[in-house]
């Protein structure tokens, strides 16, 4: 769609920047009468050809020509116009002196046919006319009172001789005022405007013009071709207590003939602003284009919009009621409607505002911006929103503030919505079309919205919704802009579910803001985080946590699977010294080779500062939680400020806690493929939950990428065995559980515990087989198949073995016979004699015999380190089938060099810790 500002043209003044005060749009009817106001208003061809004929401009108009035309049905003697301040009064009055005193040539004027067609005139009646201004007239000479003044311009001297020589001092009675009409000789209209202002200038004359206004409306009751019309202002600003005793006074005595006449329909002022303001308004056709685009956005989305504005009922089509929308749309162009219904809906009942002058001063300064801007900048707004208003711009701010009555909100503008360190802009540092400017323009219609004189000062989403969505921008962003918005700023604060408010006074939010700023960051921000992220992670964890290691020796080198957690200062960016850390503390402990560099999971955090600025909110909000709760703050907040304290810490807590899960996006594990020996996992974005725990879902990423395993299959080992294995069919059992912690097979969580669970059921299915004591023959001195194994008997041993299953059913029940002739059964002989030398290591040592007597056998001696597996299976297991109350000691000594005796003695306790012993190592 076309950007508006290619399409209108708005007048000269408006372009040049010549028309931002309200008074250059206000009528001085004195002026008029004397011929010195500027040609637009002084000349009536030119001020019809601007004005446009509202419906109560209409009716006001027309009732009065009929009663100087002398139709007294549905007319009134007195006629009393009501509106605000700059609200059309003194315009209506303008146009009825024009028309009264061009009298039949009038019908010549712009609109003025029509005008005599629906008030059922053929011409328009010539009439005296009398005007008194009150802010204008001052006593002088042959012009002593108001109503000698009327007196004279109605019918000059004879006029002056109908009231007689007591107009002087007093003023006239109806009688006096009957002959002064008789004097004129012609219809008579008496126009009064800024009545309150004479009174207060003039406070000794009040009585007697307060009786001349009271006698006028009861002659003027007497004539059919007379009428009066007073505009009184519906309120003043900073109206005094005199001033509204008056204004009453004046009004109960008016009303007792007159007829009010409320003036501006609020419905038509978009045709007012958009003749007093553009000299040219484009192709008809692209007007029908936007408007048609941006009816057919509004109907899509109706449920999520004020429904004033796409109500369907059960007398309107729902095409009917979006061609009535598009209507509306095109009848506002180049604003939309938001833009202008704002200042009669919320904005009118402001005691300071001025309906028509304030709101075409108001749209001139910013027409004169947003042209500027628009080409500047190359905008491509299809209208004028409520949310382009430019609050930046310090003369338009003034403006506006003006209007409102409310200097106050400066501060809640420049912090929030407009200044150049406002949250909005820094908020919208990275928003680009159609969403460039979302947050500020979001926070100029909660300020356009919220402000004004209605009873519910609030900005509610759909109304918000309606005044920023176009074609290209969806509600949800608008949405998400206003919680934004609100989540930083100061002034702005959520009313309700759906409503937001600007207030003069800051947010218990400022000084969440001012405590955060004065956090310590090595005493507080860091300690924070730290116990934070430590204490997300062993929520529910089922493996073991090491967490923030300053040192490789640190974490500990266990086959169990260990979750490790880098410090929160350290980022991850897949490169740079933190990998190489990583990578040299996963391959070694200290100055030792690690012997399960698979069982480390790294969990690190991404780059940025948002699980930082979390915690500094929790920490702020709990620092001001606490001084509310001792008093020392409170006194100023809302009252429901103060409810929802509690409810913010608690959301400020669970903000952080989800960014835990967000920053800690890094898992890396060791993977011997990799060019250095680890392999990153991206965990994507994650959001805390109270149905999954942090190390849960770390663990669930495992899996996911096949690099962890609960359990494993008999079929996983088959289709994993190594050639080197194959011919065999022997796999030791060393070299098995090896395979499962250096990462060339599946990660377990609990390694040994897992293998032996597995290998038992294995050899009791006939899956597999198990030996133990390899002969120099290929056999073994023991086997397991097809029967259960003690789990003692499973040691992850060189020379304990997992057998293929035709492996072990060939040991265990040798070959299997080839069926041949049929042999006699031999003859039962001797059975056979014991062979010298040979221990029956199968059978049990039978106990010893009451009174037998035992000896203790020690052995003693040095062992070579490679015998140390052997020694076990040969030596440990002949003892134990042979003896009892086997004992065994060992002493073992190294020796290395003493720098590494620290380090070496922190590993070696470690080991001894996991396998049960409470060894002492002591250095010599």
Known sequence: MEPWYKVVTPRKEVREGRSFNPDEFAIALEQVVAKTAPEDYRDPEQFFSRTYWTRALREHVGMALRRLA????????????????????????????????????????????????????????????????????????????????????????????????????APPGTEALGRLFQAANAPVLLLFDEVLNFLNRHRSMAEAFHAFIQNLTVAMTGMTQGVAVISLPRSQVEMTDWDRDWQERITKVVRRVAKDLIVNDEAE???????????????????????KAFAKWCFERRAQLPPEWTAVDTATTEAKAREILERRFEACYPF??????????????????????????????????????????????????????????IGFRSTILGQLGESRLVAAIETDIAGEQSHARALDADTKEPLRDIHRRVGTVILFESSGGQTDKVAHLPEIRFALGEPGIDTTSIDNAAFALESRAYYIQRVGSDGFKVYHKATIRKAVNDRRASLDEETEVKPAIRKLVEGEFRRGATV????????????????????????????????????????????????????????????????????????????AWQRVAQEVAAGILGGDYDRTDRAELQSKVSEAEEAAKDEVWGSYRYTVVFDPREPDGLKVIDLGAGHSSAGETLCGRVLAALKREELLSESFG??????????????????????????????????????????????????????????????????????????PVPEDEVAFASDMFLLKKARAKALKFGPTPTPGPQLPEPEPGPPPAPIPGRSAESEPSP???????????????????????RLGTKIVSKLRGTGRDLRISVDLSVTVPAETIPALERELQQLLQELGLNWSVRPE
């Open 70 to 169: 002398g139709q007294t049905p549905n007319t009134a003697p007195v006629l009393t116009l009501i509106t605000q301040f700059g609200g059309g009064k003194t315009h209506t009055l303008t146009a009825l002196y024009h028309l009264t005193t061009s009298g039949p040539r009038a019908a010549a004027y712009p609109g003025v046919a029509d005008l005599l067609r629906e008030a059922g005139l053929s011409s328009v009646p010539q009439a005296r006319v009398g005007v008194f201004v009150g802010n204008a007239w001052d006593p002088e000479e042959g012009r002593e009172t108001p109503w000698i003044d009327l007196a004279w311009q109605l019918a000059g001297h004879r006029g002056l001789e109908a009231l007689g020589m007591a107009a002087k001092t």
């Open 544 to 619: 073991p946590i090491v967490a923030f290691p300053s040192d490789g020796a640190e974490i500990p080198d266990t086959p169990r699977l260990s979750l490790v957690i880098s410090d929160p200062e350290a980022e991850w960016t897949g490169s740079g010294p933190l990998r190489s850390q990583i990578a040299e503390w996963t391959r070694r402990r200290g100055t030792s080779p690690r012997l399960y560099p698979a069982a480390l999971v790294w969990c690190l955090k991404k780059p940025g500062k948002e699980l930082r600025e979390k915690v500094e909110w929790w920490l």
């Open 336 to 393: 939309h409607p938001a833009t202008l219904s704002v200042f009669q809906r919320k904005w009118q009942a402001l005691p300071q505002y001025q309906q028509t002058r304030g709101t075409l001063a108001m749209l001139a300064q910013w027409i004169a911006w947003a042209y500027r801007e628009g080409f500047m900048k190359a905008r491509r707004e299809p209208l004028i929103t409520l949310g382009s208003a430019p609050l930046h711009d």
């Open 269 to 291: 002022i978009s045709e007012v602003v958009r003749r007093r303001l553009f000299e040219d308004l484009g192709d008809e056709r692209i007007r029908k284009r936007v408007a």
């Open 714 to 787: 008999a079929s996983y080992l088959e289709r994993k065995w190594p050639p080197a294995f194959e011919e065999s069919g022997a796999w030791p059992l060393a070299s098995l559980r090896q395979s499962f912690l250096d990462g060339s097979l599946t990660r377990l969580l609990d390694p040994d515990r897992v293998l032996k669970v597995r290998i038992i059921e294995f050899v009791r299915q006939g899956e597999f087989g198990l030996a133990s004591g390899q002969k120099p023959d290929g056999t073994y001195e023991r086997i397991w198949y097809e029967e």
């Open 847 to 869: 106990p010893p015999l009451p009174g037998q007597q035992t000896r203790t056998l020690r052995l003693v001696g040095d062992l070579p380190p490679e015998v140390w597996n």
